[in-house]
Nanobody, 120 residues
């Protein structure tokens, strides 16, 4: 059974840092690229960062130089991290992880996400 559980969110002041974690249970995730997405109030969900199984990485322009994505694949599970530095109020959103290729099949569900709020 595949499952996605995000954690590590919270309230932080502008300029602060947070590290998000995603536990993706299921061997299938080690075979696919993983990504972090976010959804701000009233906006569509957007891709923030993506990491392939060979650690090829892309970032949205809005987070380049501030966020770092990484992954750790183990037997039966994959952990995906998002180190966020220099946080801005516009980074406030619910953050989710998922596998982009699996999402396109229409068979993947989203986890509960983790709330990040950047405010003074």
């Amino acid at each position: 059974q595949v499952q996605l559980v995000e954690s590590g969110g919270g309230l932080v002041q502008p300029g602060g840092s947070l590290k998000l974690s995603c536990l993706a249970s299921g061997r299938i995730f080690s075979l696919h690229a993983m990504a972090w997405y976010r959804q701000a109030p009233g906006k569509e969900r957007e891709l923030v960062a993506r990491i392939s199984i060979r650690d090829n990485i892309i970032y949205d322009d809005s987070v380049k130089g501030r966020f770092t994505i990484s992954r750790d694949d183990a037997e039966g599970k994959t952990q995906v991290y998002l180190q966020m530095n220099g946080l801005k109020p516009e980074d406030t959103a619910v953050y989710y992880c998922n596998a982009p290729d699996l999402l396109r099949t229409g068979n993947m569900e989203w986890g509960q996400g983790t709330q990040v709020t950047v405010s003074s």
